[in-house]
C-alpha cells in the first residue's frame, strides 16, 4: 500500500501562484512515477503532469507546461506542483496518483490522494 496526501490548495486571485505537494509513504519503492491530475466540476479527470522518481524524467500536459511545473524531493518522499498565472479556467480539485510507469491515463495509476482544492477569484 502506498499512502498519497495532498496539500497547497486554496484560494488564490488570477495571476497568482500555488504550490501543491504530494507526500508519499508506505511501499513507495513499488512505485515508479508520480502524476497529478485535475478535475473540474462536472468533467472527467484530466492529466497534469508526471515524474520519475529516479532520474526525474518528466512529461507534461503541452496545455499546462508553460505555467505548470512538476517536481520531486526523493528524501522527502515528495511531488510537488508549481502553479503560475493561475486562470479561471483553472479550479479544479487537483490529485496525485502513483504509477508503475509513465501514463497519461488515469486508469494506469495505482494509488490516489484524497485530492486538494484549488479555486481562482477573478
Known amino acids: 500500500q502506498v499512502q498519497l496526501v495532498e496539500s497547497g490548495g486554496g484560494l488564490v486571485q488570477a495571476g497568482g501562484s500555488l504550490r501543491l505537494s504530494c507526500a508519499a509513504s508506505?511501499?513507495?519503492?513499488?512505485?515508479?512515477?508520480m502524476g497529478w491530475f485535475l478535475q473540474a466540476a462536472g468533467r472527467e479527470r484530466e492529466f497534469v503532469a508526471t515524474?520519475?522518481?529516479?532520474?526525474?524524467?518528466?512529461f507534461s500536459a503541452p496545455s499546462l507546461k508553460v505555467r505548470f511545473t512538476i517536481t520531486r524531493d526523493n528524501a522527502k518522499n515528495t511531488v510537488y506542483l508549481q502553479m503560475n498565472s493561475l486562470q479561471p479556467e483553472d479550479p479544479a480539485v487537483y490529485y496525485c496518483?502513483?504509477?508503475?510507469?509513465?501514463?497519461?491515463?488515469?486508469?494506469?495509476?495505482?494509488?490516489w490522494g484524497q485530492g486538494t482544492q484549488v479555486t481562482v477569484s477573478s
Open positions: 508506505g511501499r513507495t519503492f513499488s512505485t515508479t512515477a
Open positions: 496518483a502513483t504509477d508503475k510507469d509513465i501514463s497519461v491515463r488515469p486508469s494506469d495509476y495505482d494509488y
Open positions: 515524474i520519475v522518481w529516479s532520474g526525474g524524467s518528466t
